[in-house]
DNA sequence: TTGTAAGCGTTATCAG
DNA sequence: CTGATAACGCTTACAA
């Protein structure tokens, strides 16, 4: 790789020359600016952006810090995250902590190290010196914490809705499933769901997972039907679970939306695809992905964004393991 | 953030020597390490990176590139290559080309121009100078060159898999989706397929595709069937466009598997969780992505490896999109 | 309009 | 065993 000094050399000028046509930057004469150029074309010479950043103690870096990118609503966030920050010239490390406390704070540490200029980060400890002693900007997203900068939709409305609108479509018998207690988007959905049913007097049972991962939902969906075998309505944490739900419910034979009405979370790609097709409270995820970017980089800017929590609206997405009211 | 100078002058000692206590390199005295120790304690320092890659030459950072982490597809890989390169304390940067060769240019020259100290790529020109000419190992994933460090499974083979099994299952009017031209592997997996069924003189049609889009799946899949409405088994370029030909096939109520077999290709985690559950060609993406990161790492560390060209093995899952033979 | 030189935070060489 | 110091590639006062 040349360096700018070799540039320097090749057009005939010094380096600080060459940096000032690289960063358009003070004067430079047409002549020498087209020197320089020409000499930077035939070395194929780019900036190291590594000195760039000892320099000026700042890259075109930032972090993003996601739970678990194999879980399909991460992706989309990230894309999101992705195609607004490279438009901005920024370019992403990424580290999936898997909801642990210790891997979050082993990335941020290492995000601080590269000097990032900013960090996204989905986690369930926001208010924590983790977050609180850095001092570049965060953005939380898809979680909040009070008057810190975040892009999140409303997990407790969501629970709600889900609660409401399987109500609505006659369920009586309804099994919620909770979801990982350290999560806190499954823990905001399931306390909306119960308001609602607590509020109408309906019942409801409660089966507690521990992860969202697909092996695991399997198991989960079987225990719910052996456990609360009567159950004609499932509010599940996510699409992931109530996908294996479904599954489970259709290998018992039982009829989808008729004997079950099924409800998940999020709307993933693949929610639409299957068969009765997944009726689900959505979250616009990679839409939140890019607001946040915005966010960030507006922070990074040092613009002061009119709002820094940004809440997204979260929408029933009715589809077919649902009843038609 | 605390410098190493800091670090030297609470412990009332030279920059050197706590470089040294940090390097564990060259000798210091027992109480002076110590007392370093202590300071670097006190100052909760940890060492800038970039200063440290500047130095050096390479950082501790290698570059992902992948096509679109929105296919579940490639999340597997990518939690792969990030588990095993955690181990070895290597971050990633990544990247998301949507096999678009610009972006991979792009992307590759943010990695270079940051000191990554090697890239993974999955990409369908790795003989081309963007990857030629760099001189940091690169490991190519999911896609091969000759000869050059690589990590993928025979799509070919797969291919062959996937014909003689729906053959062997009865199909005889055969529709191969033929995935997007500009992707290596749905070529291969075509090829394969075609293979076998022109070997047998099995009548089959082509659909096809431009993209692996969700998306776009479903109209692919109602196209499938308006053209060849006769079509008794569907051997499909993964299992996004398969999931939505299952789905189709089920709301024109088709029965599957008795009136189309359907076969996709991946094992995405999705799969098993459809009703009925897709039969695929298995690829083994996780224990992909963590080989080429193994193989990446040997690259660097410049152990010459025994094997530069590892392809992975290709599973038919026999599921319920299949009858039993 | 251009060049010189200091400095960003490290590591490594070389004296001591 | 320890300390000065040059060097990594770049940006930016400051001088010229």
């Known amino acids: 790789m040349a360096t700018i000094k070799e540039v320097a050399k090749h057009a005939g000028v010094s380096v600080a020359t060459v940096s000032r ?5 003070g004067y430079v004469h047409e002549d020498t600016r087209k020197k320089v150029e020409a000499a930077i074309r035939e070395l194929n010479y780019t900036p190291n952006e590594v000195a760039r950043s000892l320099y000026k103690r700042k890259s075109r ?3 993003l810090l996601l739970p678990d990118i194999t879980n399909p609503f991460f992706p989309e966030l990230a894309r999101g995250v992705e195609d607004e920050m490279h438009k901005h010239d920024f370019r992403i490390i990424i580290g999936n902590s898997d909801e642990n406390t210790n891997k979050e704070k082993e990335y941020i540490q290492t995000f601080i190290q590269n000097n990032v200029v900013g960090v996204i980060a989905s986690t369930n400890y926001p208010d924590t010196d983790t977050y609180r002693k850095l001092d570049i900007p965060v953005v939380f997203l898809d979680r909040t914490a009070d008057n810190r900068p975040s892009v999140y939709s409303d997990g407790r409305e969501g629970g709600r809705m889900a609660a409401h609108e399987i109500v609505t479509r006659g369920s009586r018998q309804i099994t919620i499933i909770q979801g990982p207690k350290h999560i806190r988007p499954a823990q905001d959905r399931y306390q909306g769901a119960i308001d609602v049913l607590r509020d109408q007097g309906i019942a409801y049972n409660v089966v507690q ?3 969202y991962s697909f092996t695991e939902a399997g198991n989960w969906a079987q225990e719910l039907f052996e456990q609360f075998p009567d159950t004609d309505g499932v509010i599940a944490s996510n699409d992931i679970v109530a996908t294996a739900v479904l599954h489970e419910a259709l290998r018992l034979g039982k009829k989808v939306p008729d004997d079950v009405q099924i409800i998940g979370f999020d709307d993933i790609p693949l929610s639409s695809l299957l068969t009765p097709s997944l009726t689900t409270i959505r979250q616009p995820a990679y839409d ?6 915005g966010l960030l980089i507006r922070l990074i800017d040092n613009q002061n964004p009119d709002q820094k929590t940004i809440q997204m609206p979260v929408t029933f997405t009715e589809r077919d393991t649902t009843r038609k009211v």
């Open 21 to 25: 046509v690289l960063n358009e930057i």
């Open 61 to 63: 870096l930032i972090g």
């Open 209 to 211: 997972t521990s992860s």
């Open 288 to 293: 939140m992905g890019s607001t946040a970017a």
